[in-house]
């Protein structure tokens, strides 16, 4: 705007300056009435020879008064403009309430963004430029291993303009928390057959069974020389650190589950899932089980190694009190396991989690919302081996490190606290590892991540973006986040009535007034199309939302995904082992 008007401002002056002239001149030669409309007949009598030396001296003399009476007009004109317009051409100071205006194509550019007509597959997309009529416009990504936070309230298309278009779009490894696998009906097929990738679906609870395994105590064998670290560290994600009351059986559950999770890792030919360790639990010859294969292993000469020896006895050595109690609280913990179809789903792994960023590989987790509060331990335990899993060695020192993985977390807030993950994503981007936390309001983060890593998840995003949102409080900080840019507001006076006649007792006041770049019932009110992303070292962008089924990139790429193998159980009988007295069971 600035430019253009410094463009177009001399090229008024001299346009006034020509038509004055002309008017003069004509009107002084007495050929106006001829003309009808002066225009730039000055110039024309300046280089027109006259045909005699009187007529000549006559013109010149009219030439000469033209230009002063142009040269007057055009200064006047020219000084108002410029005493008018010392903001608009920068030469005003600072404005008073700052000047601000939304980002363009060069700021993001300069922030690190990329803008481009085709989207980058090594990219996010974060949404697109508006163009011109409607054409010419830009999907602007984001490069390299960055996070980015997007809140939205539910059906207002997080879906369509983030979520599957970069399913559709991303090229490196995905994990995506599929809410309702409506993600995965439309990506899958197109991220197997085009992209090549290894696709995966967890949905343990399917109605038909149509799910992958995937096993939270799988990868681990007792010929590894750490597999009590490892053991160790999927005992603490199980049962992780708690304070308070729940403190004591919090930790007497996790050691005695480590140590039944090593006796079975150490039993040759018994598999190590966490329904066989949920089963010495629960089974009421679970005790009488782990003292036999301790005492037949010694018998054998091929004893339990000390740690799990000692872990056991620690567990069944205690009180009656102590040792139900610390079976009430595993139960009460694990009792997702209780579920057959949850015990079959978790049997064994169909795929690694580490091997996201050694292959190209998608995994969609599929949950529907119903489930959700049910899941939450797997959801927690999956999402933190994914996170140990691919923060232990850096890609520089790994040549087998070939891709990123992007976790895009739709409910992010729906699912259990992970505050490692949280207080983690700093470092996360160094690994290769990016998350998209999807998610309705920030007031979601602040309540749940209070205590646990908000500050940390919130700072280290590389982008945030707001679709329009019902939450007072957002639209609040986005308008106030947004700033503030410095308008003029003129004030006038006029008689009531007249007031054409009365000219004199017209006033006309301009003052520099402060005026949000986005007001709070304007965030609320945001068109459909429309989102706020916020970047660090720019100006607040205005974007318009990405739609996948009528964009042009990706409305054709929707395939009919391949089947998935479905899970057998067999629903067990009671065994017997489990004794009833005085009408409960024991
Ligand atoms: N393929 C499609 N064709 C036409 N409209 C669609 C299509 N997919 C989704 N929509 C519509 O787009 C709107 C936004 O859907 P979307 O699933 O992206 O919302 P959302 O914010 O993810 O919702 P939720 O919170 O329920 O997950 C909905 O009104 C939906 O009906
Ligand atoms: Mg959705």
Redesign the pocket.
């Known amino acids: 705007m600035r430019r253009a008007v410094l463009f177009v401002s001399p090229l008024i002056v001299a346009a006034v300056w020509t038509v004055t002239a002309s008017l003069v001149t004509l009107w002084g030669l007495g050929t106006l009435e001829l003309v009808g409309w002066p225009t730039w007949q000055w110039w024309g009598y300046l280089f027109t020879a006259m045909p005699d030396a009187g007529t000549q001296e006559r013109v010149n003399q009219w030439l000469l008064t033209g230009s002063i009476a142009g040269t007057l007009t055009a200064a006047s004109l020219a000084y108002r403009i410029i005493s008018d317009s010392s903001v608009m051409f920068g030469r005003g100071g600072r404005a008073l309430f700052g000047s601000l205006k939304y980002a363009t194509p060069k700021d993001g550019r300069k922030a690190g963004l990329i803008y481009v007509r085709r989207p980058r597959p090594d990219c996010i997309l974060l949404g697109r430029t508006a163009g011109l009529l409607g054409r010419f416009w830009r999907y602007v990504c984001l490069p390299g291993v960055q996070h980015v936070i997007l809140y939205?309230k539910?059906?207002?298309?997080?879906?369509?303009?983030y979520?599957i278009a970069n399913c559709f779009n991303y090229t490196d490894s995905l994990v995506v928390l599929d809410?309702?696998n409506?993600n995965y009906r439309a990506t899958a097929g197109h991220r197997a057959a085009v992209l090549g990738q290894e696709v995966f679906r967890f949905s343990p609870l399917d109605k038909n069974g149509a799910t992958h395994c995937w096993n939270p105590l799988g990868g681990i064998d007792a010929s590894q020389p750490d597999y009590i670290s490892k053991l160790q560290q999927r005992a603490f994600s199980f049962f992780p650190e708690t304070y308070g009351k729940e403190k004591f059986w919090q930790d007497g559950a996790r050691s005695a589950f480590l140590g039944i999770s090593i006796l079975v890792c150490e039993t040759p030919g018994m598999p190590l899932n966490p329904a066989r360790v949920f089963r010495f639990f629960t089974s009421g010859s679970g005790t009488d089980e782990l003292i036999r294969l301790i005492e037949a292993a010694r018998q054998a000469r091929q004893p339990y190694t000390q740690t799990c020896v000692d872990l056991i006895s620690d567990y069944l050595n205690g009180t009656d009190e102590v040792v139900k109690g610390i079976r009430k609280h595993v139960t009460s913990t694990m009792g997702l396991w209780f579920n057959p179809k949850i015990a079959a789903a978790t049997e064994h792994s169909d795929f690694s989690l580490g091997d996201l960023r050694r292959k190209r590989m998608t995994i969609y987790i599929g949950v529907m919302p119903a489930d959700l509060e049910q899941l939450g331990v797997l959801l927690r335990l999956l999402f933190l081996q994914l996170f140990e899993a691919n923060t232990d060695v850096m890609p520089q020192e790994d040549s087998t490190i070939t891709h990123r993985c992007h976790v895009l977390l739709?409910e992010f807030t729906a699912i259990p606290v992970m505050r490692t993950i949280a207080e983690a994503v700093g470092f996360a981007r160094g690994f290769g590892l990016q998350f998209s936390f999807v998610m309705q309001s920030k007031n979601q983060i602040h309540e749940k991540y209070r205590n646990n890593g908000a500050a940390s998840l919130l700072e280290n995003a590389g982008a945030e973006i707001v679709f329009g949102t019902d939450n007072h409080q957002l639209c609040k900080e986005v308008s106030e986040r947004a700033g503030y840019d410095t308008v003029e507001n003129v004030s006038r006076t006029t008689p009531r009535f007249f007031s054409l006649f009365r000219a004199r007792e017209q006033n006309e006041n301009t003052s520099q007034t402060r005026r949000a770049l986005i007001l709070p019932q304007e965030v609320s009110g945001l068109p459909q199309t429309e989102e706020i992303m916020f970047r660090a070292s720019a100006p607040p962008f205005r974007l318009k939302r990405l739609c996948w089924?009528s964009d042009a990139s990706f409305k054709n790429l929707k395939q009919t995904p391949a089947e998935l193998p479905t899970v057998r159980y067999k629903l067990a009988l009671d065994d017997g082992s489990i004794q009833l007295s005085h009408g409960k069971i024991a």
């Open positions: 939205a539910t059906g207002s298309g997080k879906g369509v303009a979520v809410l309702k409506e739709d089924y």
